[in-house]
């Protein structure tokens, strides 16, 4: 008989040993082999397994098969009330939106987040990650606003948790971004300044969205002509992106700000070095077809 603990023990063992070719094969067979034995559990779990493996490998169609299969045994089954339902149509929205199907992206969001409301306490840690999930999907579709609302409504209920400090950081470098486009730099400036805050907490020891904290810094200082400030910032962003992630795309366009910036402050020499940096990386990755 399966057991669910063997199949995600194999799949990890799959990705850490990067067989990618291999995924596939084995979920369609734990798929097959839990519709034999009517192990309709095991069939949901294995199957939203699935639906985010297609969405990782951009295989959206197989995505949407798999995901209208579990929906139809759930409701079945009568689990369609159930915030295991709920989770399933965020992971299929989560599909949705990566395949640019943006408004049945948010019908489906929608449905998980009255079904959360319905069941769950108002203070669940997983509402956060529907929150967040929409929030992304509403700046896709422009609607900014919204979209911030609903991450302060999912940094309301990270903050109360004390083991998700990076998350949080994270979360309000995402909001600071969108209150750039709302051009309401002064409450993105403050939203930065909480993030690099609370990514300093850990010292030497960074993570891997602090960079992004610090260009958002470095952008809202330039925005306000500060700079030799913002100049610093992204300088400082520059070496969290190399620590992470190394020279990539981010790294590029990084050197892009501090040439402008240089260039403004009269130091061309400085202005030309980052540009030839920049020109450098650009090549390579051309060169390679890597992607950041």
Sequence with gaps: MMHIEEIFGKLDQL???????????????????????DAYGIYISVGNEMIGFYRSTAQFEKAFAISEDVLLLMEELQLDHTEHFATTLLNVATAYRAAGRFKDALTDYSKALQIYESVLPKEDYRFAGLYN??????????????AASFLERAIAIVEKQADARMELATSK???????FKLNDVNKAEDLLEEAVSIFRENGENTDAHFGAALAGMGEACYRVGRLQKALQYYEQALAEVEKHFGKNDSYALLCLNCSTICRQLGDKEKASYYETVRNDIEQKL???????
């Design 15 to 37: 990705f850490t040993e990067n067989k990618i070719d291999e995924v596939e094969p084995f979920l369609c067979q734990c798929l097959e082999t839990a519709k034999e034995e």
């Design 133 to 146: 999930n929409m929030s992304i999907l509403l700046e896709k579709m422009d609607e900014n606003e919204k």
């Design 173 to 179: 470098t995402n909001l600071a971004l969108i209150y």
């Design 286 to 292: 051309s060169g390679s077809g890597e992607k950041a």
